[in-house]
């Protein structure tokens, strides 16, 4: 099954030909912390509950959504420096008071 960006409105998928075209894909971090700022970043809403939208496992971000800065690269490889947010072409409607708020989200999942 081919993955899709989780970033809204974002159509790219995760297929050889994304990837011959130069594209990356990243999950979201474990860290709780780091996790909570990609959660914040891609401002996105539950459409069921209306709340925060949590990341399953298997939630990925196009490296669209990225500066080029939060990049290292290693000969042909390349991949996010430590603590990289995503930070280009999201959707800003939904906003978050405080990081806390969705850090016990993140951490009751």
């Not at 050889?16 to 914040?40: A, Y």
């Not at 959504?65 to 072409?89: C, N």
Request: charge should be positive; hydrophobic fraction near 30%; aromatic fraction near 10%.
């Amino acid at each position: 099954m081919t993955r899709s960006c989780s970033a809204v409105g974002c159509s790219t998928r995760d297929t050889v030909l994304s990837r011959e075209r130069g594209l990356s894909f990243h999950q979201f971090p474990t860290d709780t912390i780091q996790r909570s700022k990609w959660i914040r970043a891609v401002n996105r809403v539950d459409p069921r509950s209306k709340k925060i939208w949590i990341p399953g496992p298997g939630a990925i971000l196009c490296s669209k959504h990225f500066q080029e800065s939060d990049f290292e690269s290693y000969g042909i490889r390349r991949k996010l420096k430590k603590g990289a947010v995503p930070s280009v072409s999201l959707y800003k409607v939904f906003k978050y008071e405080d990081t806390r708020d969705c850090r016990a989200y993140v951490t009751a999942n």
